[in-house]
């Protein structure tokens, strides 16, 4: 079984700062993890993915999340925060033992204010 | 250009007035699946599709059917729509190996039903 917890459905920053999303998961096997963003009105798109390569992972727009086995976590980052971060961010497992259904968490706002 | 491409984007309808959201990938992706969007709730799968003839629910299936005769195709069926299915729907592909990759996503069909 797998599972996604992502803390706080809003976060709130101003534009410069640090945006930091959090995401533990568990898993039964050694998981894939995912960041998904979706602007307003729009799909879902990748942001970045975890795939036992590197734990430091980084993704498009200046984002980067670390793997921390430790901690089941995979924590999102941008060291400065701009307008158009202004989205909702999903975060997302798979198991890469051959259960192949993502499951995601409930999703993060993040509000950046001028 | 590889796309995931919904239709309708919006429609309103009426109690028990049967639809069809039709869902096309232009990836040559063997896995399909259906979400569905809701405040608070974050996505929650309807059903997904492992190839051609191969389906099998999610986590909300009831209300819903799908169908998958080709592989580019998978529809969303409401037989008899009712108010709780009012929602922003997402048709998603991913490529069958590695089961690992990322979800494309297309741009979402939200429906009221009245």
């Known amino acids: 079984a797998q599972s996604v917890t992502q803390l706080g459905s809003h976060v709130s920053v101003s534009e410069g700062a640090l945006v930091l999303l959090r995401c533990n998961y568990s898993s039964s096997v050694p998981p894939y993890l995912f960041w998904y963003v979706q602007y307003p009105n729009q799909g879902l798109q990748l942001l970045l993915k975890?795939?036992?390569?590197?734990?430091l992972v980084k993704g498009i727009n200046g984002f980067e999340a670390e793997f921390k086995k430790s901690e089941t976590s995979f924590h999102l980052t941008k060291p400065s925060a701009h307008m158009s971060d202004a989205a909702e961010y999903f975060c997302?497992?798979?198991?890469?033992?051959?259960?192949?259904?993502?499951?995601f968490g409930r999703g993060t706002s993040l509000i950046v204010h001028p | 250009e590889a796309q995931v491409t919904q239709n309708p984007r919006y429609l309103i309808t009426v109690t028990g007035k049967k639809l069809t959201v039709t869902c096309s990938q232009n990836?040559?992706?063997?896995?399909m699946s259906w979400y569905r969007q809701d405040p608070g709730l974050g996505l929650r799968q309807i059903y997904y599709s492992m190839n051609v003839e191969v389906t099998d629910k999610g986590d909300v299936p009831e209300g819903y059917k799908v169908s998958r005769k080709e592989k580019r195709n998978f529809p969303l069926i409401l037989e008899s729509p009712s108010p709780n299915q009012t929602s922003l729907y997402f048709c998603?592909?991913?490529?069958?190996?590695?089961?690992?990759?990322?979800?494309?996503f297309g741009e979402g069909s939200r429906l009221t039903v009245l």
């Open positions: 997302a497992v798979t198991g890469s033992g051959g259960s192949y259904i993502p499951t």
């Open positions: 990836m040559n992706h063997e896995y």
């Open positions: 975890y795939t036992s390569a590197a734990t």
């Open positions: 998603a592909s991913r490529a069958g190996q590695p089961n690992t990759g990322e979800l494309f």
